[in-house]
């Protein structure tokens, strides 16, 4: 039987874990770079290593960043009841430490790429993922939806509500809120009044 004590190791294991900003710390002490400085949303994430330290950083910095939601959640799974409902929580724990890192709560990133591995940790269960993908490629590629602020916004909105009713089990429910909730509010923090736009493929 599993016990609170277990549950409660996992979400701080996945929130410290969540809470190393590999987008942010890689392109200091390898490439020299501050890119929360040299950004204009001031994002310690994996778009801007890309842009201010180019892609071999970039590309390692978000593969760090979906392992280091991957591995906390895949192991939680792998020793929890994920039918608890504290299970959620640890599902979360990664996105919340990447938002709100322990070293600095107000220096977090938007937490994308981390909730990418924290969905995917529930495999075999790849169901949340594949939804999540589906509604940013719609938004990219064929509703097209800009700003990135936006078209996220609206990603994690339609994940929210595609959860409510596809998904039977209430902790992984949690879980996904608590994500979809968590960074619709981190860029809700960083909008600064930019105009959406929305156009449909070739117009």
Partial sequence: MTTLFSYLCFILFGYLSGSVLYAY?????ICHVDTVK???????GAFNAFQYAGWKIGLLSIILDVLKGFFPVFLASRHLDTNG??????????????????WNISSG????????????GLF???????FLAVFYLLFSFIIVIGPHLHRSIASYTCFLLINIFTTSKPSVLLGN??????????HLLKYKKEPVSIRLLGH
């Avoid at 299970?87 to 322990?102: D, N, Q, R, S, W």
């Avoid at 075999?124 to 594949?130: A, E, K, R």
């Avoid at 809120?177 to 981190?186: E, G, N, W």
């Fill in 109 to 120: 990133g938007k937490a994308i790429a981390v909730s990418f591995g924290s969905l995917l």
């Fill in 177 to 186: 809120a608590l994500i979809s909730c968590i960074v619709i509010l981190k």
């Fill in 85 to 102: 409902i504290l299970f959620g929580v640890v599902l979360a724990a990664p996105v919340i430490g990447h938002a709100l890192p322990i």
């Fill in 25 to 29: 710390w890689i392109p200091k002490y």
């Fill in 38 to 44: 040299l950004s204009m949303d001031q994002n310690p």
């Fill in 124 to 130: 075999p269960n790849l169901s949340p993922v594949i």
